[in-house]
Nanobody, 119 residues
């Protein structure tokens, strides 16, 4: 089991910024896909940003131009820089790391960190 530990959530006013961090207890080379998801109350978990081992970064339309995924391979840590936050960005944010093996993806999740954006 791979442990992912998140930090950096909190309460911020609309228009503000936060940076989430996710420390992964394994080398990034172990994973095929890494990324961030979020889940708002009463809604399904949704993808925010993903990074593949091939070097491709993708963002959900609702965060394009505002959020940035980055990683520090030496520290086995990934980040989500969130700017121009909106009240609708309020959710629990989860980091994810996935391994593709024998036709299936094996997913590992952080514990989640709450982000609350006030209007």
């Amino acid at each position: 089991q791979v442990q992912l530990v998140e930090s950096g959530g909190g309460l911020v006013q609309a228009g503000g910024s936060l940076r989430l961090s996710c420390a992964v207890a394994a080398s990034f080379h172990s994973f095929n896909v890494m990324g961030w998801y979020r889940q708002a109350p009463g809604k399904q978990r949704e993808l925010v940003a993903s990074f593949t081992s091939g070097g491709s970064t993708k963002y959900a339309d609702f965060v394009k131009g505002r959020f940035t995924f980055s990683r520090d391979n030496a520290k086995n840590t990934m980040y989500l820089q969130m700017n121009s936050l909106k009240p609708e960005d309020t959710a629990v944010y989860y980091c994810n790391a996935a391994q593709y093996y024998s036709g299936d993806y094996y997913n590992y999740w952080g514990q989640g960190t709450q982000v609350t954006v006030s209007s």
